[in-house]
């Protein structure tokens, strides 16, 4: 699960089953408990491809799926540039399902750039500063 924390409302992008793509929706009350990760008020939940946030795993995948997961990381990229650009400030948690209220087990600031890395990948319970 990938979720965005901002101190500005940000636009949601909805999910299309027909050209499944990169989302952004408000949380599920079943996610609500995320929102402790965050000093945000505002928080959405951020969706590859595959609709959840298992679309942004790089790792062991063959050469399409890895193109999809490129492509999920450039949209969220250009996404947190676009909120920048508004005056945003912005922070990722990533988790699995269901650990949504677990503590961090690592702090990271990145620069947003650092996302289109090749060897880029989120951590499980890793909360980042975007800078």
């Not at 951020?46 to 997961?69: D, M, V, W």
């Not at 677990?102 to 890395?117: G, M, S, V, Y």
């Amino acid at each position: 699960m990938i979720y965005i924390g901002s101190d500005k409302p940000l636009p949601l992008i909805d999910w299309n089953e027909d050209k499944p793509a990169f989302c952004i929706s408000d949380l599920s009350k079943y996610e609500k408990g995320v929102k402790s990760q965050f000093k945000s008020p505002y928080v959405y939940n951020a969706g590859s491809h595959r609709g959840c946030g298992c679309g942004f795993f790089r790792e062991h995948n063959e050469e399409e799926k890895l193109a999809q997961a490129n492509a999920n990381y450039l949209q969220l990229n250009t996404y947190l540039q676009k909120a920048r650009e508004m005056g945003a400030n912005n922070q990722i948690f990533s988790c699995w399902d269901g650990d949504q209220e677990a503590r961090p087990e690592f702090r990271e600031k990145i620069e947003l750039n650092r996302l289109t890395e090749a060897n880029f990948e989120f951590k499980e319970k890793t909360l980042y500063e975007i800078l």
